[in-house]
Structures are given as structure tokens and as C-alpha cells.
């Protein structure tokens, strides 16, 4: 899997799987064990390299020093960087091929709020410039890398799989993109077989689960379940605009579950920030098979805003089995739709006409594709790390 660049974040945390990872410190060390797809043939610690998770520690050195170190061991079975319980507060740092970067449950990194701390660089080729200044260049992402192999990470990917994630942002907790209009459209990198399970997101000013606006590439096959969205903008949002061209098809979301909410549901065919002038007027963007099946929301403001693009309607858009809850003395429209189309079936309150409930009582509609993806289908190992205290 190649890799490009990482979204950032606010502050994340892993969750991992309980029966099968442990850590526990005593007077032999810390020890761990996870699963992964492959074991890595050297593995240290953040602490050996000076980190410190006290919430208050500025450990941007020290994850830099860690990788810069380990990257040596890429061609001799690959690195693991563990870090252990605390919050650890840090600046951007760079990744390595041959990869894994491992977070204990109880770790948590928070972004540094320093600018100092985020240099300003080139955009990707397939964006053509940045938005962060007047020279068209970017803040670097918390965790970022360009050109890697074999290391799980999100974007500009095929093949990937984010899960046991919980994630608090000022923007989008997962960013899906491809490219930025004429840029993305020549770069022809789509984004597919994307799994995102077990995800837990708040995001007071954005989305939870975000495909685009940058979709040029295209982003396809795209499956996520057992999400939970809190005090969050929107649910799962699909941005894009005339000029935009690519597509977003076949994404499918089931088992979500929603509390206080501005949209449960939010597309719109009108975020039209372009990358410059030099994008095609007539590049129009397909949107088609978004299916969101077992679903709840509590606590909303407004059920959808649903806004294709007029001539280039979104298509192949399906509810079921949803129910949404209003908040109360809300005063709008619970759902608002503009050139979309197809079904919904058992979904509360009544959609709108555009999303009549065309299979009363099915249950079929969006239903999730039972096949597995060949990310599903890896043979994971159990693998184990020992840290000896100092002595």
C-alpha cells in the first residue's frame, strides 16, 4: 500500500481489542501484546527517546528522534514505535516505511497548539496548491508521510482499514480525498476498498466521516459500520462541485448511532473552492449508490440536507431502517433534498419526496454487502514487545 499524506487531528486515541492485547508493568518491564499483520523486527518505546506523557511535554523531538532511528531497520523486517499510557503532546512528525506505530489504549496524543511546530510545505501534486498561504502551501499534518510502503495509515490509498479509532477534531474526525479538480483529475488516484469500524467521533464543527470535497481522483468502495457520532456537525458527509469531476459510489454505512446533531445527513454539489482558475467548468462529479442502513440519531437539529447538482443529480441514494429524533422547538424543514434521487424504506421522520418510501416494508434496501474485502482478508499475527526498565 502506498501512502501519501495523513489527515490531522486534534487528538486521537486507539482502542484496542481486549482478549487479544495486554500490557502490564513490572519489575521485568513493560510488555505488550497485538495483533497485526506482520511482527516487526525492532521495536523501542517513545520513552527511550525522551518522551514524556504528562499532558504538559512537548514530545515533537522525541517521536522524531524515535522514527528517524528505526527508520534504519526498513529493509531488515521493519520498526514498531510503541507508545505507552499518557497524553502525549506533540507537534507533526514524520513516518517511515516498514511501519507500525502503536498506541496503548490509555495513550493519547494531542496536537500541539505552537505554530512553531507546523512548517509550512509543497502541496500534493495531485492538489496542485494549498490553502494555508499566499504562496499556495500547506501546514503539515500531525502524523504525515510521502511515498511509504507498509504502513497502515488513512488517504490519496486501496486497501485500507481504520478501526477502533476514537477521535475528537475541529474538523473532519476521518477525511476521505483524491485530488483537487484538474489536479486530481490528471493525477487518476482514486481512493478504494476503504473499511472504517468501531470509529467513536466528536466534531462539533464538521463531519464525522468525510468523502471529499477533494474527490477528483475518485473514492470507491467504501464500507463503514458501528460508528458513533457525539456533539458532531454531521454524520456522513459527501462534498463536492461542478468543476470537481471523478465520483463517489458505492459507499455503504450501517449500525450508526447519532447524538446531538446539526445534520444527520448532509451532501451537498456546492462546495465549490477551487484549487485556481485553470479547472474544467464542465467537469461534472458522480455521486451514486450511497446506502446508510441501521441507523439512529437523537438530539437533531435537521434530518438531511441533501443538494446535487442541478443536470448532474446525485443518484442511487438510499435510507433504511433509520430513525432520527428531532430536537425540540426545531423550526426547519427536517429533511430538504435538490436533485437526488432513488429510495428509502422504514425511515423516520418521512423523507422527502425525492427519497419516497418506494419498497414499503423491505428489508433489502441498502442492505451491506456481505463480501469481504481483500484488506479483511489478511492473516493477522500475534506479536509481542518488552521494554526493560532502566536500571
Known amino acids: 500500500m502506498v501512502m501519501a499524506v495523513v489527515f490531522a487531528v486534534l487528538l486521537a486515541t486507539t482502542k484496542g481489542v481486549e482478549s487479544r492485547k495486554a500490557w502490564r508493568e513490572n519489575a521485568e518491564g513493560e510488555y505488550l501484546e497485538y495483533c497485526v499483520i506482520s511482527c516487526r523486527a525492532k521495536s523501542a518505546s517513545l520513552t527511550d527517546f525522551g518522551g514524556v506523557g504528562d499532558g504538559t511535554t512537548s514530545n515533537t523531538k522525541a517521536f522524531q528522534e524515535a522514527i528517524t532511528y528505526l527508520s534504519q531497520y ?17 507537534g507533526s512528525f514524520n513516518l517511515t516505511s516498514h511501519f507500525t506505530l502503536h ?60 478501526e477502533d479509532c476514537y477521535i475528537v477534531s ?43 470535497s477533494e474527490m477528483s481522483g475518485g473514492i470507491q468502495v467504501v464500507r463503514a459500520e458501528d460508528i458513533v457520532a457525539i456533539n458532531s456537525e454531521s454524520g456522513v458527509r459527501i462534498k463536492t462541485a461542478v468543476g470537481r469531476g471523478g465520483f463517489v459510489k458505492d459507499i455503504y454505512v450501517r449500525g450508526m448511532t447519532m447524538k446531538t446533531m446539526k445534520w444527520a445527513f448532509w451532501m451537498t454539489g456546492n462546495y465549490g473552492c477551487h484549487a485556481d482558475n485553470g479547472y ?37 441514494i438510499c435510507k433504511s431502517n433509520v430513525t432520527i429524533t428531532l430536537a425540540k422547538n426545531v423550526k426547519k424543514l427536517p429533511w430538504n433534498c435538490t436533485d437526488v434521487a432513488r429510495i428509502s424504506s422504514r425511515v423516520v421522520p418521512q423523507p422527502c419526496e425525492a427519497l419516497a418510501d418506494q419498497v414499503p416494508g423491505s428489508v433489502e434496501a441498502c442492505n451491506f454487502p456481505e463480501e469481504s474485502l481483500p484488506i479483511d482478508n ?14
Not at 494555508?132 to 510502503?149: K, Q, V, W
Not at 480525498?177 to 464538521?206: H, N
Not at 458522480?286 to 441507523?295: A, D, K, L, T, Y
Open 280 to 316: 474544467d467548468p464542465y467537469a461534472l462529479p458522480v455521486i451514486q449508490n450511497i446506502n446508510h442502513h441501521e441507523m439512529a440519531a437523537e438530539n437533531v437539529t435537521m434530518a438531511a440536507e441533501l443538494e446535487g447538482i442541478p443536470g448532474d443529480p446525485f443518484t442511487g
Open 170 to 212: 475541529g474538523d473532519d474526525c476521518i477525511a476521505v480525498k483524491s485530488g483537487w479538480d484538474e489536479y486530481g483529475i490528471a493525477f487518476r488516484m482514486p481512493t478504494k476498498q476503504l473499511v472504517i469500524r468501531r470509529l467513536t467521533c466528536i466534531s462539533p464543527f464538521s463531519a464525522v466521516i468525510a468523502l471529499g
Open 103 to 162: 498506541l496503548h489504549k490509555d495513550a493519547v496524543l494531542v496536537a500541539s497548539q505552537d505554530e512553531s511546530e507546523w512548517p509550512v510545505i509543497e502541496p500534493l501534486p495531485s492538489y496542485g496548491r494549498g490553502r494555508d498561504n499566499t504562496e499556495g502551501g500547506r501546514f503539515i499534518s500531525l502524523i504525515f508521510g510521502t511515498n511509504l510502503t507498509d504502513v497502515v495509515i488513512t488517504d490519496s490509498c486501496t486497501n485500507t482499514r481504520i
Open 74 to 90: 526498513e529493509s531488515e523486517g521493519g520498526s514498531q514505535l510503541v507508545v505507552p499510557p499518557g497524553k502525549w503532546i506533540t
Open 378 to 391: 489478511f492473516q493477522v499475527q500475534v506479536c509481542s514487545y518488552r521494554r526493560k526498565p532502566w536500571r
